[in-house]
Nanobody, 124 residues
Framework: QVQLVESGGGLAQAGGSLRLSCAASGATLSIYVVGWFRQAPGMDREFLATISRRGDSLYYADSVKGRFTMSRDNAKNTVYLQMNMLTPDDTAVYYC?????????????????WGQGTQVTVSS
């Protein structure tokens, strides 16, 4: 089964950018649909984006559409989330998740494999 490790989180100023990475091991990531989620303290885990196995289809939540861009490099077994125009409301732990699927799921329960998360903090 696939193991996922997120990286790239940290502290950013409002209006700034960060790029998160999700590196896979134990399996070829190209057979999995991958999603990004985030969870702020006291809040439910929120869907952000999902990408098809070949990277030719994407779906974004309205909250990040136009600001965040998801991509993947199957040769590197890695998925990315480029986050621009960050605001303090983007402060959360960010998770990547994977599922063997031909669809683009958007719910937490649809994904089978999860990373441990990476903290993103945006200061005003």
């Amino acid at each position: 089964q696939v193991q996922l490790v997120e990286s790239g989180g940290g502290l950013a100023q409002a209006g700034g950018s960060l790029r998160l990475s999700c590196a896979a091991s134990g399996a070829t990531l190209s057979i999995y649909v991958v999603g990004w989620f985030r969870q702020a303290p006291g809040m439910d885990r929120e869907f952000l984006a999902t990408i098809s196995r070949r990277g030719d289809s994407l779906y974004y939540a309205d909250s990040v559409k136009g600001r965040f861009t998801m991509s993947r490099d199957n040769a590197k077994n890695t998925v990315y989330l480029q986050m621009n125009m960050l605001t303090p409301d983007d402060t959360a732990v960010y998770y990547c998740a994977a599922v063997y699927s031909t669809r683009l799921p958007t719910t937490r329960s649809s994904f089978d494999y999860w990373g441990q998360g990476t903290q993103v903090t945006v200061s005003s």
